[in-house]
């Protein structure tokens, strides 16, 4: 069974950090584009970040710019976004996403319909 799984949410204060990870089971996430979405209630899904399956191409939100980094380590087959200077705003269910096809973050983030595999989500708490 292909799919992703994130971990690594909870809840901060203002300006505090996380790291979230998203593992890939099933298969490997080397030739995969790996979005990173989040979805407060009562707004749509948007994107954050993605990287290409080289980490050639990397793509992030303006809202997050500055304060968000992408990696991945493809020998342990995840994908992390650091999370620093987070705001109350940055609350959401952030979701990592998968899909076999480089050009999908090739000048943006994309779209959740380019996206293949989903995970279910972590939540993210950003509050004082």
């Known amino acids: 069974q292909l799919q992703v799984v994130e971990s690594g949410g909870g809840s901060v204060q203002p300006g505090g950090s996380l790291r979230l990870s998203c593992a890939a089971s099933?298969?490997?996430?080397?030739?995969?584009?790996i979005g990173w979405f989040r979805q407060a209630p009562g707004k749509e899904r948007e994107g954050v970040s993605c990287?290409?399956?080289?980490?050639?191409?990397?793509n992030y939100a303006d809202s997050v710019k500055g304060r968000f980094t992408i990696s991945r380590d493809n020998a342990k087959n995840t994908v992390y976004l650091q999370m620093n200077s987070l705001k109350p705003e940055d609350t959401a269910v952030y979701y990592c996403?998968?899909?076999?096809?480089?050009?999908?973050?090739?000048?943006?983030?994309?779209?959740?319909?380019?996206?293949?595999?989903w995970g279910q989500g972590t939540q993210v708490t950003v509050s004082s």
């Open positions: 990287i290409s399956g080289s980490g050639g191409w990397i």
């Open positions: 099933g298969f490997t996430l080397d030739y995969n584009s």
């Open positions: 996403a998968a899909v076999p096809r480089g050009y999908v973050c090739y000048n943006s983030v994309g779209h959740p319909y380019e996206y293949d595999y």
